[in-house]
């Protein structure tokens, strides 16, 4: 009996490890953003076991001559992530992320006009990347104005690609990953211009996109709460499966998508204490620095006020109120579900922003969970 038992645990386990790999072909990335502003959560602290890629936030160019002139502290953080990440039990791959949502996107406008300040721009970030041992470089341009600086972006991802693939042929080793954090639309308005990414571009060069699927709403307008994350919204095509659908929709491959997922809620004060559902009466930003808490703030927020939680399966989010303060967030159970979203939808992965916004890894564990599920363990 039990020699029968276990060989058919073993026929369970070999038969539903073929079946993943029909499923996910490709490797599941699970990856987050690491701020290199977050004294109190050195590289030391990232439980590697939850991860496959972390991504250094952020580097910029000088903006003149579009090359990247590393401070003695920057020096010392960059390498000191990567030495840390790539001596984990288990190792991640590091990868290097320029820009950010604090950046000046003027200066890549700029760079990426020009042929000889793009060619300036790309050999030094793999300069960069292969001094302090990146396995790969990252451009988070928020955003592109206008169809001109989008198509310019197609052309500095070309001569991006081209440039790692003949420095790692030269050099010997393997190129480096070269990826790309983009609008959850592929194609938005933005102060009233409509601008469309370089789908093409994309598709040739880029190993994956980091699909931005949050900051749907936020303290840009205060008038009404939005879950900031939606995954789905009927009333509107500011959601993850409108965005996601739109990328698919213009031929990039899913394989070559990862859902952006956040680590992090936004707050609103509420006009009425009474009324407190999505889209109800706002009159400014809650608690948090500008309106945004990380997930475990709002855990010890909900806790210390005994805010009252919901669960809002339109959206697929989580929300908590208390008095006049409202905040729109992902939990386990949201994050669990839109993991779930992304592997039917054949995505190749996830990331978090940021990798520091956890509790307890309560949220990034999902991942885990879910893969580990169909091993039948
Ligand atoms: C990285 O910095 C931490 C302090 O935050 C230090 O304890 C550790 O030894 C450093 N690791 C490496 C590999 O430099
Ligand atoms: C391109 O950029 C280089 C270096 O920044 C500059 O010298 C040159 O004048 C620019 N060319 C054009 C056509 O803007
Ligand atoms: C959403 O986008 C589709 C096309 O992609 C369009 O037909 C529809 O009108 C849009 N809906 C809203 C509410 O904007």
């Known amino acids: 009996m039990a020699v ?53 936030a952020f580097l910029m160019p000088n903006s003149i001559t579009f090359k990247f002139e590393v401070s003695k502290s920057e020096a010392i953080l960059l390498s000191n992530f990567t030495s840390t990440l790539h001596h984990k039990n288990p190792p991640v791959k590091t990868i290097l992320s320029i820009g950010g949502g604090g950046a000046d996107p003027d200066v890549f406008a700029r760079m990426a006009a020009n042929a000889s300040s793009r060619r300036a721009f790309i050999n030094s970030a793999i300069k960069i990347a292969r001094k302090f041992g990146f396995d790969g470089l990252d451009l988070d341009w928020e955003f592109p104005t206008n169809p001109k600086e989008m198509n310019d972006l197609g052309y500095l991802f070309e001569e991006w690609r081209f440039a790692i693939n003949k420095i790692a042929k030269t050099k010997n080793h393997p190129p480096l990953l070269l990826t790309s954090a983009v609008n959850a639309a592929i194609d938005f308005f933005l102060f009233d211009v409509y601008r469309t990414y370089p789908a093409a571009s994309i598709r040739k060069n880029l190993d994956w996109i980091n ?76 608690p948090g620095e500008e309106g945004v808490m990380t997930f475990s703030q709002v855990k010890d927020f909900n806790r210390k006020n005994k805010a009252t939680v919901v669960y809002d399966s339109v959206t697929v989010s989580m929300y908590s109120y208390v008095g006049t303060s409202w905040i729109g ?20 992965g996830y990331f978090f922003w940021a990798v520091n916004g956890d509790k307890d890894w309560r949220i990034s564990r999902q991942g885990n969970h879910h893969s580990s599920s169909l091993h039948t363990k």
């Open 4 to 56: 029968f038992r276990s060989l058919l645990l073993l026929f369970v386990v070999v038969f539903s490890t073929i079946t993943v790999d029909c499923v996910s072909p490709t490797p599941v990335i699970k990856a987050a953003y690491w701020p290199s502003w977050a004294s109190d959560f050195p590289p030391s602290a990232i439980d590697t076991t939850l991860f496959t890629h972390i991504f250094y």
């Open 211 to 286: 699909v931005m699927c949050f900051d749907y709403r936020g303290s840009w307008d205060t008038t009404v709460t939005g879950a900031h994350a939606a995954l789905f919204d009927p009333k509107s095509n500011v959601s993850t499966s409108y965005g996601v659908g739109s990328w698919i929709k213009a031929g990039v491959p899913r394989e070559k998508m990862v859902m952006g997922l956040p680590l992090y809620g936004r707050t609103w004060k509420l006009e009425k204490p009474g009324l407190h559902g999505i889209g109800a009466h706002a009159i400014g930003v809650g």
């Open 329 to 348: 967030y992902d939990d386990a159970i949201s994050v669990t579900i839109k993991i779930g979203f992304g592997r039917a939808q054949g995505l190749t």
